[in-house]
């Protein structure tokens, strides 16, 4: 079965400090992996995605994402948290259903805190 | 400005009382899909749709009905809500919702806030 595990249902880091936020997934065949955040009182905005290429993915506001395929994660990092970073954070993963459609299956999120 | 639009942000009612969620897309996209959020389960898909007249069920579809009888709209209809549907809702929309051509990038409205008595 598709699924994405995010292990971590809270990440707190110092702003300055290096942030990483887990995920692994199961899927058969290629993934298709993304990285959503979500502010509050907000919607869900896509960060990055891995389709394939390059292992290291760059997103918005200095985000990126490293795919490692035996390990199958897809972690998300920044090098320098801010304090406006704050916020949950959602990997989801995308398969093809058999009519051919998308589907995207979404971790249970981390929540991400970022100190003064 | 392209947009996700979703009415009404917050709600409460009480059980059996129907109820309709509006979600409107301006981008002209032909996906789009209903989830609901709740606390320790992320984001579970209630229905989606790959264009105008065409639906399907999502993982979590019961005590929902959905339509689509124009493109940009897609309402979620809760015909007699029960309070384990006290949810945190979300429409999302995508440009296309088939093949490898689609990388699966969803656009998400601001979210509706449902509560149940």
């Known amino acids: 079965a598709q699924s994405v595990a995010q292990p971590e249902d809270q990440v707190n880091v110092a702003e300055g400090n290096p942030l990483t936020v887990k995920c692994t997934y199961s899927?058969?065949?290629?993934?298709?992996l993304f990285w959503y955040v979500q502010y509050p009182n907000r919607g869900l905005q896509f960060l990055l995605k891995?389709?394939?290429?390059?292992?290291l993915v760059k997103g918005s506001y200095g985000f990126e994402a490293e795919f490692n395929k035996s390990q199958t994660s897809f972690h998300l990092k920044k090098p320098s948290a801010l304090v406006s970073d704050s916020a949950l954070y959602f990997c989801?993963?995308?398969?093809?259903?058999?009519?051919?459609?998308?589907?995207?299956?979404f971790g249970t999120g981390t929540r991400l805190l970022v100190s003064p | 400005e392209a947009q996700v639009t979703q009415n009404p942000r917050y709600l409460i009612t009480v059980t059996g009382k129907k109820l309709t969620v509006t979600c409107s897309q301006n981008?002209?996209?032909?996906?789009m899909s209903w989830y609901r959020q709740d606390p320790g389960l992320g984001l579970r898909q209630i229905y989606y749709?790959?264009?105008?007249?065409?639906?399907d069920k999502g993982d979590v579809p019961e005590g929902y009905k959905v339509s689509r009888k124009e493109k940009r709209n897609f309402p979620l209809i809760l015909e007699s809500p029960s309070p384990n549907q006290t949810s945190l809702y979300f429409c999302?929309?995508?440009?296309?919702?088939?093949?490898?051509?689609?990388?699966?990038?969803?656009?998400f409205g601001e979210g509706s806030r449902l509560t149940v008595l």
């Open positions: 981008m002209n996209h032909e996906y």
């Open positions: 891995y389709i394939t290429g390059d292992n």
């Open positions: 999302a929309s995508s440009l296309y919702g088939t093949g490898q051509t689609n990388t699966g990038e969803l656009f």
């Open positions: 989801a993963v995308r398969f093809l259903r058999n009519t051919g459609f998308q589907k995207l299956v």
């Open positions: 899927v058969s065949g290629n993934p298709y």
């Open positions: 749709s790959m264009n105008v007249e065409v639906t």
